[in-house]
């Protein structure tokens, strides 16, 4: 789903990094309200973690490929404004970096990649749990579902933005279909990977999941034959060990560096869904080079080593660690500008 540059003329791809640099900004003010001091360097870790993940392409149907997008899932871990910011540093990492995406497309990849699938699945994550039964597992369904739609609905924006900006002509309608229907086997494995991401996290640590606040239904007593809900017992003072996040971090960025630097390898080497299509319905023609087509980790490998492995294995390695510092950097900043609760009636009563 990168778009390159060249597939946009410039001055819809300027229109796009006006949409872009907006819901950035949205999404900077909005983060302030989701993020605390547990969340705040976690953000930073699902960014590394969506961009490890995003090297993993799995094949979907002959000759084509599909990779996590990630909106749906950030935007459950962390908040759909927060998510919007995760998925804009990825593709910030990965333009600048290795060359995955065009630049003068940053606006339109942030655009597609990042707003329309983080606000379609959120906007029906919270839909569905509304109706479904509030526990982890309708939680975990929900988020399955949520992913699921995000991808076709990201590949309808991008045919919408193509139909008025595109630089070749080519039947909209043909380019629609294909695109819908490629990404929504692609959606399948976006659906899997979010689902099996949430419930885990879910088991460790619910309270550490944006989406799971206060999803769990209250326990119910029976009193002379009918159900209320039993008293909630006051909080224990817990032991700031207890609260940590050090572990949920330390095992996220492990896993992260495994499936960059290790798994990654075995990716499928086969075109994605947009570079299929593109191909296919001659969207390709007007291509441009990239313009960090020089850099040294181009194409997710590193300049001047020869195994292809070792060299793609340190590039995911370099990209996560680069992705992990700059996106905590983002949100500890963001974290640092909330504005400071006002004190409540009782607290200017007492003083």
């Given amino acids: 789903m990168h778009v390159p540059d060249g597939f946009i003329n410039a001055p819809v791809s300027a229109v796009a990094g006006v949409v872009a640099a907006g819901a950035v900004a949205v999404g900077l003010r909005g983060?302030?309200?989701?993020?605390?001091?547990?969340?705040?360097?976690?953000?930073?870790?699902?960014?590394?973690?969506?961009?490890?993940?995003?090297?993993?392409?799995?094949?979907?149907?002959?000759g084509t490929s599909g990779h996590l997008l990630g909106g749906a899932l950030a935007a459950i871990l962390v908040g759909p404004y927060t998510g919007v910011l995760c998925i804009a540093v990825v593709l910030l990492m990965q333009g600048i970096l290795f060359a995955d995406g065009g630049l003068t497309a940053l606006g339109v990849n942030i655009t597609v990649m990042g707003v329309v699938t983080t606000v379609v699945a959120y906007a029906l994550f919270r839909g569905l749990t509304r109706v479904l039964p509030r526990t982890r597992r309708s939680t975990t369904v929900a988020a399955f579902v949520a992913a699921l739609v995000s991808v076709p609905a990201a590949a309808v924006a991008f045919t919408a933005i193509y139909a008025i900006g595109g630089t070749t002509d080519v039947p909209i309608g043909k380019v629609l279909t294909a695109m819908v229907g490629v990404h929504v086997l692609i959606g399948i494995g976006e659906a899997a990977i979010t689902a099996l991401t949430v419930g885990a996290v879910i088991?460790?640590?619910?309270?550490?999941?944006?989406?799971a606040r206060g999803l769990t239904a209250p326990l119910k007593l029976r009193v002379d034959g009918a159900l209320i809900d039993a008293p909630v017992a006051a909080p224990s003072p817990a032991p700031v060990a207890a609260r940590s996040t050090r572990k949920v971090w330390a095992?996220?960025?492990?896993?992260?560096?495994?499936?960059?630097?290790?798994?990654?390898?075995y990716a499928s080497a086969n075109p994605?869904?947009?570079?299929?299509?593109?191909?296919?319905?001659?969207?390709?023609?007007?291509?441009?080079?990239?313009?960090?087509?020089d850099s040294p980790l181009a194409d997710y490998g590193v300049k001047d080593v020869s195994n292809a492995r070792?060299?793609?294995?340190l590039a995911g390695v370099i990209g996560v660690g680069a992705t992990v510092v700059v996106g905590s950097g983002v949100f500890w900043a963001v974290r640092r500008r909330r504005t400071p609760e006002a004190p409540t009636t009782r607290t200017t009563e007492s003083v």
């Fill in 31 to 62: 983060a302030r309200r989701e993020l605390d001091e547990r969340t705040a360097p976690l953000a930073g870790l699902v960014a590394a973690f969506i961009f490890a993940v995003q090297m993993l392409n799995f094949p979907v149907a002959a």
């Fill in 203 to 211: 088991a460790v640590r619910p309270d550490l999941v944006h989406g």
């Fill in 272 to 293: 994605d869904g947009l570079e299929k299509v593109a191909a296919d319905k001659g969207i390709d023609e007007k291509v441009q080079e990239h313009g960090a087509a």
């Fill in 251 to 265: 095992t996220g960025l492990v896993a992260a560096l495994v499936l960059a630097g290790f798994v990654s390898f």
């Fill in 310 to 313: 070792v060299s793609g294995g």
